[in-house]
């Protein structure tokens, strides 16, 4: 069938459907069927559309969740939203006053000597007695 000839029977066609109500209500019947099919697939569409857009929002907030992790605290100190923490100097100032009381403990005028003489003293009778050398444990027979 030529082009020309199919567009002169849809012209008749449609020309009828409007003359005959029959023909109308028939077209009317027959519609709504596929209708509500493309109103099926256009909602199966959005939904996976929408479906499709909250996975990519989960993983923009995921990477904004990583960073913020990461980068807050820097982030926060650099803006000026926070100081920054004092570093502690209680250790340090334990130390040296510990340091300064033995250093005037040991070296006192008057005291200082005979106290230094007896620390090493204690520490000379502390150390363990050095053992037979290894050139010794090699001359001794072993049965």
Known sequence: MRTRTKARLAGKTAKAMVEHPTLRKAAMTAGPPVVKV?????????????????????????????????????????????????????????????????????LEPGQGAARRTKLVALLDSRQPQPSASPSEMQDTPTP
């Open 38 to 106: 493309r109103f099926g697939i256009a909602r199966r569409r959005a939904r996976r559309r929408a479906l499709e857009r909250a996975a990519q929002v989960q993983n923009a907030a995921r990477v904004a969740q990583d960073t913020l992790a990461a980068y807050g605290p820097q982030a926060a100190e650099a803006l000026g939203l926070t100081e920054r923490p004092k570093p502690r100097r209680a250790p340090s100032i334990a130390f040296g006053a510990v340091l300064g009381a033995s250093a005037v403990y040991f």
